[in-house]
T-cell receptor
Framework: DTGVSQDPRHKITKRGQNVTFRCDPISEHNRLYWYRQTLGQGPEFLTYFQNEAQLEKSRLLSDRFSAERPKGSFSTLEIQRTEQGDSAMYLC???????????FGPGTRLTVL | AQSVTQLDSQVPVFEEAPVELRCNYSSSVSVYLFWYVQYPNQGLQLLLKYLSGSTLVKSINGFEAEFNKSQTSFHLRKPSVHISDTAEYFCAVSRGNTGFQKLVFGTGTRLLVSP
């Protein structure tokens, strides 16, 4: 099964450190999304790529957050100078063209101490 | 902008009983509607979706949801639940008539099925 994969699955870091997460979408999916899910809440949209172009960013994505998808395949999400409020599950989803469904990865759980 | 309300944070039910998980949305434009399920320690999986056409949509495992435009609802129902249906269920909406489909999720409803 070549679903959406995310790495790492868990990350514990100290406040102020930088972290980077990776998402590998389903092969040939040109759309890629990042969401964040905190405890007791539904996922919240962070950003969206179509191929390598980042087409939309949520206001939730402060300037400490940066996402890339350099070759239109995998994507990385970096958080600089992490804060305790960044602790959450970071979800990646991919979709094909048109009205294709978004397929979610297992997520990366970030804990900031 | 779109928003989703799932009023029930938790729904306990006995096995083989019927269940309804409520979802109401708010939008000034046409929408697409989705139900995703999240089993413990797993990622979100699409359960069913409404894009257009018949307002009653069904999943392969017995769930169904009906789009009601006048009541702005998309409630999820199952006539007889199994223990294995225990999971978190998220209702989501996206703006219709666009391929972008940024999803706006509700806060989720935890379905607890007991024997």
């Amino acid at each position: 099964d070549t679903g959406v994969s995310q790495d790492p699955r868990h990350k514990i870091t100290k406040r102020g450190q930088n972290v980077t997460f990776r998402c590998d979408p389903i092969s040939e999916h040109n759309r890629l999304y990042w969401y964040r899910q905190t405890l007791g809440q539904g996922p919240e949209f962070l950003t969206y790529f179509q191929n390598e172009a980042q087409l939309e960013k949520s206001r939730l994505l402060s300037d400490r957050f940066s996402a890339e998808r350099p070759k239109g395949s995998f994507s990385t999400l970096e958080i600089q100078r992490t804060e305790q409020g960044d602790s959450a599950m970071y979800l990646c989803a991919s979709a094909g063209g048109g009205l294709d469904t978004q397929y979610f990865g297992p997520g990366t759980r970030l804990t900031v101490l | 902008a779109q928003s989703v309300t799932q009023l029930d944070s938790q729904v306990p039910v006995f096995e083989e009983a019927p269940v309804e998980l409520r979802c109401n949305y708010s939008s000034s434009v046409s929408v697409y509607l989705f139900w995703y399920v999240q089993y413990p320690n797993q990622g979100l999986q699409l359960l069913l979706k409404y894009l257009s056409g018949s307002t009653l949509v069904k999943s392969i495992n017995g769930f169904e949801a009906e789009f009601n435009k006048s009541q702005t609802s998309f409630h999820l129902r199952k006539p007889s639940v199994h223990i294995s249906d225990t999971a978190e269920y998220f209702c989501a909406v996206s703006r219709g008539n666009t391929g972008f489909q940024k999803l706006v999720f509700g806060t989720g409803t935890r379905l607890l099925v007991s024997p």
